[in-house]
């Protein structure tokens, strides 16, 4: 059997880190994934993913990541169910990250949020990228 997920999408909002009582650390984080056609409408319609990061990957997500960096992610797909308040059984579905990239540099956001994160390795290095280079074709 396998379970396993990849997606590439920007961060609708900043992670939000917690620590469970025995100290380990979780990240909950939310991207926006669009989907690769159109509807009847002509418009591209966009998923919203739920992510948790655990542990170190946690920090590391909390440390640099804001809302709109582009990231990839990988790992696995995890459903949990609960009674809610009112009685109906709720599920929960979420991708558990084992591995996330930043695919983006602070700054690079396309105006949607992020900026420079203080500590980022990136944040010192000249942008390589010129303003009149040919948009890459994926």
């Known amino acids: 059997m396998l379970n396993r997920v990849i997606l ?42 739920d992510l948790r990061a655990w542990r170190k990957l946690a920090e590391t997500c909390a440390a640099h990541l804001k809302k709109g960096r582009l990231i990839a992610v990988e790992g696995r797909l995890e459903v949990r ?28 956001t396309g105006g949607q949020g992020g900026g420079e994160v203080e500590g980022d390795p990136y944040a010192a290095e000249p942008d390589d990228f010129g303003e009149d280079d040919e948009p890459v074709p994926f």
């Not at 979780?26 to 690769?36: E, G, K, N, T």
Request: proline share 6%; glycine share 8%; net charge neutral.
């Open 81 to 108: 169910s609960f009674d809610g308040q009112d009685g109906q059984r709720r599920r929960v579905y979420e991708v558990v990250a084992d591995d996330v990239r930043f695919l983006d540099r602070p700054g690079n």
């Open 8 to 49: 590439i999408g920007r961060l609708v909002r900043d992670p939000e880190m917690r620590y469970t009582p025995s100290g380990i650390a979780s990240v909950r984080m939310s991207i926006a994934v669009q989907r690769p056609f159109a509807n009847q409408q002509g418009e591209r319609e966009t998923d919203f993913i």
